[in-house]
């Protein structure tokens, strides 16, 4: 049983969620979205470190996601994501949090089954598997699916960890 801590950075809007994984199942414990105001970075990027440190401290999470800068046609808005995951993986590092990374395409592909997914279909699937009555904000649906990838990856890598250790000479035991 762990308790993940999924993040979709953004300079203006930072989108979290939180679930406990019991086995195969994603429990829905937490989401919702870190807004910044102004307009100089600094600040902005202390009030992600802060929110973050503040989810961190109420859930406890054992473990952290985040999604991975992707290239954007304009150099400026990737440097500051870039520079807004600095500061979530700050506030990870010093609870002493692991922080595993994925793409935008390994998301979707975790939680719908297509790299190629809407916003829409993330925001569908979200809801189904963690059996929401309403549908999650755009971004903190966002941040359940960057936990619930993890947990799936995860699971995934224990479960091929488990049969290498029970390989013997090419026989399964």
Do not use: W
Not at 25 to 45: E, M, N, V, W
Not at 98 to 110: F, G, L, N, W
Not at 147 to 153: L, Q, S
């Amino acid at each position: 049983m762990s308790i993940i801590l999924g993040i979709d950075p953004g300079s203006r809007i930072t989108g979290y969620g939180v679930i406990q994984q019991k086995g195969n199942q994603c429990i829905y414990l937490a989401s919702g979205c870190i807004r910044t105001k102004g307009d100089t970075l600094a600040p902005k990027l202390n009030m992600i470190f802060n929110g973050i440190a503040e989810i961190i401290q109420q859930y406890k999470p054992s473990e952290f996601a985040i999604e991975q800068v992707f290239m954007a046609k304009n150099p400026d808005s990737a440097l500051k994501l870039g520079q807004a995951r600095g500061a979530a993986i700050v506030a990870a590092t010093q609870s002493d949090l692991y922080v595993c990374e994925y793409s935008a395409r390994q998301i979707k592909q975790a939680v719908v089954g297509t790299g190629a997914a809407t916003k829409e279909q993330v925001q569908s699937m979200v809801m189904q598997i963690l059996n929401l009555s309403g549908r999650p904000q755009a971004d903190a649906a966002d941040g359940l699916a960057v936990a619930i990838c993890h947990a799936h990856t995860a699971q995934s890598l224990v479960a091929m960890a488990g049969q290498v250790k029970k390989t013997v000479r090419g026989r399964f035991r």
